[in-house]
């Protein structure tokens, strides 16, 4: 592989990631991994650019290690901020993950059962219930939202960002009513997930806050990540844009504090922290690792299904959805508060993970997030040769690639892979899926190609070497300086 090229696709992992040595390491003997996530590298810059999207973070995990991750885009608009790996987001509702895992350490500790009445650990908590056989809530049924809770608290706080202290939360409780019998219907409830925070105070004797980053986010040296910074001490987050309106415009979010509900959605972090956490929840069955705060045993308890839904489409574990992706179980958590939106997703089995971070309100992670997965995923899955047994490739080649435009603004990228040449067509808008736009290239003769679809494409050059055209069927694409 041509150098400079090589170490172009390596700069987001250089630069940006913790374990520089092993993932540079990693991508160079794994070429189908690479191969993808040049791909995945153009196709993530062709969405952001056409979706004028402000910003977006990206890591892929495996292995116990982040493999890959890089920035797109701006974590500031005005300041031409770039966006990086590094950058800190909120993370939403990802946050209930943390809470599921803090549940589980202290049931692991002795401190609480699963199958405990919540009013065993919030004596004061009332509901009003008009199911007259309706067992007891317990802390199973808040950690898979099968409690019957009403999906938020009992203030506007999704209005005027005024969220109200846990005391709050559970005094007004009592004037609510079960929307269902626990135990008979899922339903996603924040109010559920915040009196998990409050039981974690109960049975640790810590605030959520304090047990969460000394039980969790330090051992995990997730050591520039934090819970409910307050307002006045997060001015390093990335600006949080809403919607683009009709005029291009995008107006910013300002930051609030989540208080009593921090636990459903408070943490702040990276991508470069999640690929920490992420690591824990890929960790394969026999194996431990430094600064463990979960039995391998207990991880996989929160990974198997616990409440599948109705429809049968997939299942809430402890803390994470599931579900069957090409016959392995994926779990994820997806997240969204003041307009940062986060998707966690992993696949234990494979020990593959990736991690997405946006800061604009109406970008979907999980468009990305499943786009890694399924072309590095899968790639890693596939892959086991190297570099060295690759079959014959010209790095002549390299003359071809670049950028190549018609006279009406449609543009092509000629490409090196490991051991072909590529011919990606960018589409407007952009297609869902990096791989439909490649047209694998076999070399024919001197500067002549055979299309994947049969036809030929020439290349013809100048007295010094240089590209002058590249003439695709009978049309003519030109290069773009």
């Known amino acids: 592989m041509p150098k400079r090229r090589f170490v172009a696709l390596l700069m987001g992992v250089l630069l ?25 590298d153009l196709w993530i810059e062709e969405q952001r650019l056409y979706h004028q999207i402000p910003g977006i973070a990206i890591g892929v995990v495996y292995d116990q ?28 509702s ?61 203030f506007p706080y999704w209005t005027d960002h005024e969220f109200p202290s846990r005391d709050e939360i559970v005094a007004a409780a009592a004037g609510q009513t079960l929307i269902y019998s626990p135990g008979t219907e899922y339903k996603y409830s924040n109010l559920g997930i915040s009196l998990l925070g409050a039981i974690i105070e109960e049975a640790s004797g810590k605030s959520y806050r304090e047990f969460i980053e000394s039980s969790i986010l330090i051992p995990l040296g997730m050591d520039h990540s934090s819970v409910d910074p307050p307002v006045g001490t997060a001015d390093n987050l990335a600006t949080a844009y809403t919607r ?12 609030y504090e989540t208080r009593g509900m921090a636990a459903m959605g408070s943490i702040v972090s990276s991508v470069d922290d999640m690929a920490r956490f992420a690591a824990l929840h890929l960790r394969p069955g026999n194996s431990t690792a430094d600064g463990e705060i979960l039995s391998t045993s207990t991880l996989r308890e929160m990974h198997r299904p616990q409440w599948v839904y109705s429809n049968w489409s997939g299942a809430i574990g402890l803390g994470f959805r599931v579900a069957p992706h090409k016959g392995q179980n994926r779990v994820w958590h997806s997240g969204w508060i003041g307009d940062h939106r986060s998707y966690l997703l992993l696949v234990p089995d494979s020990q593959v993970g990736v991690i997405v971070m946006v800061n604009a309100g109406d970008v979907s992670p999980s468009v990305f997030a499943y786009e890694a997965l399924d072309l590095v995923g899968s790639a890693i899955e596939a892959g086991t040769r190297i570099v060295a047994e690759n079959p014959p490739f010209d790095p002549a080649w390299e003359k071809y690639a670049g950028l190549y435009s ?16 590529i011919l990606y067509s960018y589409d407007y808008p952009p297609r869902q899926s990096a791989e439909t736009g490649v047209t694998h290239l076999e070399h024919v003769e001197g500067d002549r190609f055979r299309m994947s679809e049969g036809e030929f494409v020439t290349f013809e050059m100048d007295d010094q070497g240089r590209v002058v055209r590249m003439k695709r069927r009978t049309d003519y694409l030109y290069p773009v300086e």
């Open 16 to 40: 940006l990631s913790p374990a520089l040595g092993r993932a540079a390491d990693f991508l160079e003997q794994h070429r189908e991994a690479r191969d993808a996530i040049t791909l995945l």
């Open 65 to 92: 290690e982040l493999i890959w991750s890089r920035g797109y885009g701006f974590s500031d608009l005005h300041k031409r901020t770039p966006m990086t790996p590094s950058t800190l987001l909120r993370i939403g």
């Open 94 to 154: 990802v946050t209930k993950v943390f809470t599921a895992t803090a549940i589980l350490q202290l049931r692991d500790g002795g401190k609480l059962a699963l199958d405990d009445p919540i009013t065993r650990h919030l004596s004061e908590f009332e509901i009003q219930n008009p199911f007259a056989d309706a067992p007891e809530i317990t802390i199973w049924h808040l950690l898979t939202h099968t409690a019957g809770l009403p999906r938020e608290a009992a």
């Open 244 to 255: 683009r309106r009709p005029d291009g415009s995008r107006p910013t979010m300002d930051y």
């Open 406 to 421: 018609d006279p009406w603004g449609w543009e092509y990228r000629v490409l090196l892979l490991t051991d072909r040449l």
